[in-house]
């Protein structure tokens, strides 16, 4: 049984990377911050639930132990991330603002892949680890800074990991979404109807978790076994330059 873990596994991507994982045969154990009251869709697959806070050690250990105690971790895929509780100014950034948003998108990120890394390696089998990190990651947002430095955290990670872990056969990429229809985005839906209606998606649509969740599938099952240190970005386009 190839085992992966999911971080965010309750959130529009998290869940649905899950799920199609479980759909290609993957034993998924998943983490997520708050209580699982409505697990209905993953009936019937192989699918662990741990409650637990991605910024802190004790979690991520508690969520590798889990995985652990199933089997080898073929598949790690860091969904996991939070935006500023309040858009404000990166000249009104406080320090509370960052430290929560770096602590779970960067900080989390981090140390949860050097935590299955190292249990990569010792298993000898290679395997495959999945960022999900954001167009935001290479375009200004004033508004939530915090937020697009600790996503451009998330794409240094992935490079340097790719490099560091090449040569026991694991393969590290990103992911850079664009606009996601998801509980994050629901707040400015408005703000991002307007955008892609005035042509700021080149596709013309808001992209969907599952848009997000078959790229997830395919850097995990081997599709895409000789490539590491990528950055997929599915936005619809919008990072096209044009005159």
């Known amino acids: 049984m190839k085992i992966a ?3 965010g596994v309750l959130g529009g991507i998290g869940k649905e990377s899950a799920l199609q994982l479980c759909r290609a045969g993957f034993s998924v154990v998943g983490m997520d911050v708050i209580d699982a009251t ?6 019937g697959y192989d699918f662990t639930y741990v409650k637990g806070d991605l910024s802190s050690a004790a979690s991520r250990e508690a969520l590798v132990d889990t995985a652990v105690s199933k089997g080898n971790i073929s598949v790690l895929v860091n969904v996991a991330g939070v935006a500023p ?9 406080t320090e509370e603002s960052y430290d929560f948003v770096m602590g779970i998108n960067t900080k989390g990120t981090l140390f949860l892949t050097q935590a299955v890394a190292n249990r990569m390696i010792e298993q000898k089998n290679g395997g495959a680890i999945v960022n999900i990190s954001s ?4 375009t200004s947002s ?9 996503k451009a955290g998330v794409s240094m990670i992935t490079k ?14 990103e992911i850079c979404p664009g ?3 998801t509980g994050m985005t629901a707040a400015v839906k408005e703000k991002y109807d307007n955008l892609i209606a005035n ?5 013309g649509r808001w992209g969907s978790p599952d848009d997000i969740a078959k790229a997830v599938v395919a850097l995990s099952d081997g599709t895409f076994g000789y490539t590491t240190g990528q950055s997929f970005i599915l936005d619809g386009g919008m990072h096209i330059r044009k005159l």
């Open 5 to 7: 873990i999911v971080t």
């Open 135 to 138: 167009c935001s990651a290479y």
């Open 160 to 173: 340097l990991f790719a490099d560091r872990l090449a040569n026991d056969g694991i393969t590290v990429n």
């Open 179 to 181: 606009i996601i229809a």
């Open 38 to 43: 409505d697990i209905s869709e993953f009936e």
């Open 85 to 93: 509780k309040v858009r404000r100014d990166i000249l009104e950034m």
């Open 142 to 150: 004033t508004s939530r800074g915090e937020y697009c430095i600790s």
């Open 199 to 203: 042509g700021l998606v080149p596709l």
